[in-house]
């Protein structure tokens, strides 16, 4: 079975089972999205296949694209602030995928598949994954609020490293701004622990330094004055 073939039987599957829930497939491209847009922004379904053909393994996750973060980073971005990578229609907010939700090693959990029988038994496990947990998830982190409960809760998280959802490269930046836009009380308070974090890693790695907290030409403290004037949302 070739990566085509398995990506056609994958969603002659799929997409009947979770059209209900407002998702399409996104056209194009040797992987897949399947996208759905949400009051915040998007949700996506993201994959592939290992492509030992004619051995095929689907690998996939979830991510959350939020308009009001995204606008603010690249508020940042137009202030002459660079970000690396730079902001972009694909930059998603924050992710998870059966592996991190489980604490699982392997990057699929589904069985190898060569037949039209074995891609249908894989979707089946995948619509039990969705529909259980992913969509719920999904649905619950349209509230900012519940994504502040997560990173910046009784014990703020000093990094997504082998947690259950990921906030990629923007990592400090999306903590802050959702703690903002969340009407987080502790907000301050998040403003030193993340600096306190950042200075705490780069003495871990071996390349101790202090930051010029006042410095307008470096990204945390641009965004954090940028975010002076940013109002929650609720």
Same mark, same amino acid.
């Given at each position: 079975?070739?990566?085509?073939? !398995?990506? *056609? ?12 829930? *407002? ?19 998007e949700d996506i379904i993201n994959g592939g296949f290992t492509d030992y053909n004619p051995v095929q393994q ?28 730079? %902001? ?30 074995? %891609? ?13 947990? !992913? ?14 409960? %997560? ?16 906030? *990629? ?9 959702? !703690? ?33 907290r006042s410095d307008l030409t470096k990204p945390l403290p641009a965004l954090i004055k940028l975010l002076e004037? %940013?109002?929650?949302?609720?």
């Amino acid at each position: 079975m070739t990566k085509t073939e !398995a990506r *056609g039987l994958m969603m002659k599957y799929l997409i009947p089972q979770i059209q209900q829930y *407002g998702f399409k497939e996104r056209k194009g491209g040797s992987e897949f999205q399947i996208i759905r847009k949400t009051k915040g922004g998007e949700d996506i379904i993201n994959g592939g296949f290992t492509d030992y053909n004619p051995v095929q393994q689907i690998i996939y996750s979830f991510y959350k694209r939020d308009k009001h973060i995204l606008a603010i980073l690249k508020s940042l971005e137009e202030k002459g602030i660079t970000l690396s990578p730079p %902001v972009s229609k694909h930059t998603g907010t924050i992710g998870f995928s059966y592996k991190t939700i489980n604490h699982l090693d392997n990057y699929s959990y589904l069985p190898e598949m060569e037949t039209e029988a074995d %891609v249908e038994k894989c979707v089946g496990m995948m619509l039990e994954f969705i529909e259980g947990t !992913a969509l719920p998830l999904l649905d619950k982190f349209e509230d900012l609020r519940e994504i502040d409960k %997560v990173i910046n809760g009784n014990e703020p998280w000093t990094t997504d490293w082998k947690k259950p959802y990921s906030f *990629g490269t923007y990592f400090n930046f999306i903590r802050l701004i959702v !703690a903002k836009l969340a009407g987080n009380v502790n907000y301050n308070y998040l403003i030193d622990f993340t600096y306190n974090s950042i200075e705490w890693h780069s003495k871990e790695d071996g390349s101790p330094f202090t930051y010029d907290r006042s410095d307008l030409t470096k990204p945390l403290p641009a965004l954090i004055k940028l975010l002076e004037d %940013v109002k929650s949302l609720y």
